[in-house]
């Protein structure tokens, strides 16, 4: 849970100061804070107090793990910073349910032995250079492969292994 709240709270660090439409603004307005926070809905107060209340309840080591998080997002190349800005943008617009289970995928990778992370990596990269024709095969073949009930799938599996011992059987 606190690493979803770290991810979040820098996710919004990132889109509020990190954005070129937050930099560009803040500089053509007056400096004065008090003015900037007037001119927000009461929306928007709202939910910036909301923000603020849960930053306030973090414990200290947690606030510098992300301040230090939002400084190395600072460090990065702008055309990797925009990058990342898009992807919180797509997230944002995401319906509730898909957000859920994009958080717990992402859970479910950061307790993903280190070994397995990069077996997967190798094979995203693989996936990626290959060409469009192909790919699209791939992607169709993965579309049929999550259509199979549970039991067809065990049996193309057994069929694929024919050699292999199955899990919970002693040869």
Request: hydrophobic content about 30%; some cysteine; charged content about 35%.
């Amino acid at each position: 849970m606190k690493r979803t709240i770290n991810i979040f709270i820098l996710s919004l660090c990132v889109f509020f100061w990190g954005s070129p439409a937050f930099c560009t603004q803040a500089a053509t307005e007056s400096s004065d804070p008090m003015e900037k926070w007037q001119q927000l809905s009461p929306d928007r107060k709202a939910d910036l107090k909301e923000k603020y209340d849960t930053w306030k309840a973090l414990p200290q080591n947690e606030k510098a793990a992300i301040r230090e998080k939002f400084n190395r997002f600072k460090q990065l190349p702008p055309t990797e910073q925009k990058r990342i800005r898009n992807n919180f943008e797509r997230f944002r617009k995401l319906p509730p349910g898909e957000k859920v289970q994009l958080k717990e995928k992402f859970q479910r990778w950061q307790h993903l032995p280190s070994e397995k992370k990069q077996v997967i990596r190798k094979r995203f990269e693989r996936f990626e250079h290959m060409p469009p024709g192909k790919k699209e095969q791939m992607i169709q073949r993965y579309e049929q492969w999550r259509q199979l009930p549970p039991e067809k799938k065990k049996e193309v599996i057994r069929d694929l292994k024919p050699d292999l011992p199955q899990r919970g059987k002693r040869p």
